[in-house]
């Protein structure tokens, strides 16, 4: 990437404009600002961590933790205290987890990883409290089987985002309130939930968070929604709805789960993406990025994927209120990608020794070189 694309003219105003349109967002009795590892003296950015890096534009850079990994691996443990700002739950805030068996809620390992980050000032991204995937069984089963009806499962669902919101209330910075409700084909997603409680669950799902939580930011979270298209231009359409309807969201995350392969975006595709969403009067994030390829890498592959892991973050950094980048995992020591994209990994910023790859130094530069 050129440098002169990273260094704008017109400096003076740049920086009016961060200050103007990157406003606080901090959960309850934490500072937007990451205190963490504070280094007031100027040294190379190349040996700078992200948290460092970030901490200057007022932005959260995180990672999605995974859980097994954090109890048996110390490096990838303590790599997450130093590099991030952020963390995010892979799996263990998902439904689930949570309650693997009626009425048996299981907090443990998400409770370690809250406390984690409250030890390492990180803020904690919230995920998610309604997706069509990793649902309990007992509630899969039970709605096909007909002994949860359509009536019983909304106020399932009800008793899920309550109970779940008000055991983290005060903990977390935001939630991912409904995740990928809508279809590549820009539909409203066919799930358990639409068909059984009507397009209305996603306002509802707002309004139960809401209640249990006042001061939690709420978002919507979906993938391949990084610029404008069909998909996203029916979450914009969405977001409009609820806000005319009074219901309360307040964020909306883009994945970022791209392939070197197809979706490469431009910095200005993903601003301008997000600003539409911030004109409405929401906050937006970088929710799940990670960029997969072709087994095995080479050179054009990973800077392909450099350039992708750049664009966003430089898309997330100029965008009016684009408050986090958050990666779905950063060393390729563990990543779901393997197990999802037959043939495919390599997606992540560091590689399986921890080493930092083309990605990681892009990501660097366009932190340390943004004004
Ligand atoms: C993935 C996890 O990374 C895997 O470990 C799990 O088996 C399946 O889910 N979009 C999301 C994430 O919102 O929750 C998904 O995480 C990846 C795609």
């Given at each position: 990437m050129r440098i002169s694309r990273l260094v704008t003219a017109g400096a003076l105003a740049a920086v009016a404009?961060?200050?103007?349109?990157l406003p606080a967002a901090a959960a309850p009795g934490t500072d937007q600002a990451d205190t963490g590892g504070a280094i007031e003296h100027a040294r190379n950015p190349a040996e700078q961590s992200l948290r460092e890096l970030a901490k200057r534009h007022n932005l959260r850079v995180g990672t999605a933790v995974d859980m097994t990994a954090f109890n048996n691996d110390t490096q990838y443990r303590e790599r997450i205290a130093t590099e991030f700002?952020?963390?995010?739950a892979e799996n263990v805030m998902k439904w689930s987890e949570l309650e693997p068996q009626r009425g048996v809620y299981n907090w443990g390992p998400a409770d370690q990883l809250v406390e984690s980050a409250r030890q390492n000032h990180q803020l904690v991204h919230g995920h998610t409290l309604l997706w069509h995937n990793q649902l309990p069984t007992w509630l899969t089963q039970g709605v096909a089987s007909g002994e949860i009806t359509p009536d019983e499962l909304r106020q399932l669902l009800r008793k899920h985002i309550i109970d779940v919101v008000t055991h983290f209330k005060g903990k977390i910075w935001h939630w991912d309130v409904v995740n990928e409700v809508i279809d590549d084909n820009a539909q409203l997603r066919d799930?358990?939930?639409?068909?059984?409680?009507?397009?209305?669950?996603?306002?509802?799902?707002?309004?139960?968070?809401?209640?249990?939580?006042r001061r939690v930011k709420l978002y919507l979270?979906?993938?391949?929604?990084?610029?404008?298209?069909?998909?996203?231009?029916?979450?914009?359409?969405?977001?409009q709805e609820l806000l005319a309807d009074g219901v309360p969201v307040h964020g909306f995350g883009s994945q970022g789960h791209l392939d070197t392969r197809f979706g490469n975006y431009s910095a200005f595709q993903v601003k301008e993406n997000l600003d539409r969403f911030a004109d409405l009067g929401l906050e937006t994030s970088m929710t799940e990025v990670d960029v997969r390829?072709?087994?095995?890498?080479?050179?054009?592959?990973?800077n392909a994927q450099a350039q992708s892991y750049g664009a966003l973050m430089l898309g997330c950094l100029v965008a009016k209120r684009c408050v986090m980048f958050t990666v779905w995992g950063y060393t390729d020591k563990y990543s779901w990608v393997p197990g999802f994209f037959t043939g495919q990994g390599a997606a992540n910023l560091l590689d399986e020794n921890f080493q930092p790859k083309f990605a990681y130094r892009e990501v660097q530069a366009v932190l340390a070189y943004t004004r």
């Open positions: 404009l961060w200050t103007l349109n700002s952020a963390v995010t799930t358990i939930w639409l068909q059984n409680l009507g397009p209305s669950y996603i306002a509802d799902s707002f309004r139960w968070a809401h209640e249990a939580d979270n979906d993938y391949n929604v990084e610029g404008i298209g069909a998909k996203s231009n029916a979450y914009y359409a969405l977001v390829m072709p087994m095995p890498p080479d050179a054009t592959k990973l």
